[in-house]
């Protein structure tokens, strides 16, 4: 796994922002399986080394980078039909148990349709990931995202147990079946392999560790301190969703329309558990060694932004009318510092460029 304890996400051939991009940022970041960072990589029979690309062999096979880009676009064919359509989506989805559609399941599969798009960006993340090396899907980022993926996937499908009879038997196999490609393939690359799961072991017992590095700043920036209010706040939020279903809809929207719309906010609350926490904390780590400009974090702000304006456009809506219950403010402003934080994500670099010009003009003047 390629990290290091003070900077977790510098990749194969990256480093913070003036570093030389041709060399690892530390010499403790290019061990893999145990193995020296000057040790000879093991060829596996009938393959490329591991953390190094498979030459193309000429097989119809999909490649790693193929199968996340599948997955992306999975997500997105699922989240489309809840933007644009989400009332017929209702009726295809849970038949008697939304006859008739109402308000609510617009806005709460919209809601889940923003989530889609985390999820989705998520997977276009491991993708370039794959596309660059396969030692990239070794690292901290990769690993994080990963673990989100097969958790979302996971919550997922255990919804469909607790409510047996609210979906229609197309809609459920449907969604079994791409919650089970979903999981497939980030665990298949988590727990397959010896070395794998010694890394995720290892990433298991340092887990307490972890998760209290989620509540400070190594090096503090606006981006960083949103990401790290964000990683607290989603995790908080959603297991309330989960656990307290009635409770927190009733108290967002101001009613409860039936099982149908309960289990989509449980699908909700599953996301913010896992998934998002994953890319906030991950842009949080970006942000902490100066990273944000790679194209990973970008795709992972982009991913977050889209899918604050989409809670943005439900919630805003409900606020506006003046509708919904106490919770709807505290939601609807958690929502909106993910935007800003995306947005600030985004610009960090062209900020910190302007801000060196200025500090380099103001010295060239004294």
Known sequence: MVETRSGRSVEPGDSPRGGSPERPARKDTATTGGQGAGTPRRRRPGGAARGEAAEPSGSTQLTTSQSYTLLALELLVFALPCIFSPKLAARAAFGSAANPPEDQHTHVLGLLASGLLAASAAAFALEECARRGQAYLLTFTADTLKLGLVAFAAMNIVLQFYYPRTLTAAAAIASSVAMCLLAALPASQLLVAPEDRARVWNDFRRL????????????????????????????????????APNTTLYHTFGYIYGKSTAMVWKGIGAGLVTILPAITYTLKDKAENELLGRSIARTLNLGLMAASIGHLLVLGTVLNHGIGGFMLPAVTATWGTALLASMAGLAAPEVAAIAEQTAEAARSMD
């Not at 700043?217 to 964000?230: D, E, F, I, K, N």
Request: without cysteine; proline residues 8%.
């Open 208 to 243: 307490p560790g972890d998760l209290l590095s989620g509540t400070w700043l190594r090096r503090s920036s606006l981006p960083g301190a949103l990401y790290m209010l964000l990683t607290i706040a989603f995790p908080a939020a959603g297991l309330a969703y989960f656990v």
